[in-house]
């Protein structure tokens, strides 16, 4: 399944993404707030991914892994993902990440806001949530700037480099208001 942004074009992850995606985790910046941690080697990012491309097979299909690549240059500059869950909860679950060189140019915005309207018109789902971590000011303002609401905090709960870190619980209903 493709998505096609103003500037972006959002593609399922396949092998052929194994490097490009292990360059995204292997950097400092991009893990900061991630539970993720920083891999070891090229076979650590294989298994790690290797459900993400194997969920393509379920029918239906509840996991995506999509790369970004901006369309003007072909370049791959992050990843984003939607977890669903279909049942009669109707709920996704979304993330992101970008390449550091592609932050602060709108492009996560241009992702959150692309992936919310896809779950409600595509997915059929009722709500679309995001965890981000307390301390994480970029991605806030990106969930923000979508239309999210902050509807909580979880209390250390996110493992990061040997501390428990708070997580903000952001979240956005089929009929909240949106201004795009
Ligand atoms: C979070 C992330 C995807 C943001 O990407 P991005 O493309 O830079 O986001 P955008 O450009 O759409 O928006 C960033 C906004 O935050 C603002 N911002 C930048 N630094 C900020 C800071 N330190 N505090 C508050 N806001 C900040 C920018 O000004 C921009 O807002 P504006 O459009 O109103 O000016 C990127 O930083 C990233 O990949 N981080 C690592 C992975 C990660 O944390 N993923 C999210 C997990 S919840």
């Given at each position: 399944m493709e998505i096609i942004t103003e500037r972006l074009l959002l593609r399922e992850i396949t092998w052929n993404d194994l490097e490009d995606i292990h360059r995204l985790h292997s950097i400092p910046e991009v893990d900061e707030?991630?539970?993720?941690?920083?891999?070891?080697?090229l076979d650590e990012t294989r298994e790690l991914i290797r459900p993400e491309i194997e969920s393509?097979?379920?029918?239906?299909?509840n996991s995506y892994t999509w790369r970004i690549i901006l369309k003007n240059t072909g370049d791959f500059i992050g990843l984003a993902g939607m977890t669903l869950f279909?049942?009669?909860?109707r709920l996704g679950e979304m993330y992101y990440k970008l390449l550091p060189?592609?932050?602060?140019?709108?492009y996560a915005t241009e992702v959150t806001k692309n992936l919310i309207v896809v779950g409600f018109?595509?997915?059929?789902?009722?709500k679309v949530e995001a965890g981000v971590a307390t301390e994480n000011e970029r991605s806030i303002h990106v969930l923000e700037k979508a239309g999210?609401?902050?509807?909580g905090l979880r209390r250390k709960i996110l493992p990061i480099r040997g501390e428990w870190k708070d997580n903000y619980h952001y979240a956005i209903v089929e009929d909240d208001p949106r201004d795009y």
């Open positions: 707030f991630n539970t993720l941690g920083i891999p070891e080697n393509k097979k379920a029918d239906p299909q279909r049942d009669k909860f060189a592609f932050w602060g140019k709108g018109d595509k997915f059929g789902l009722h999210m609401i902050r509807e």
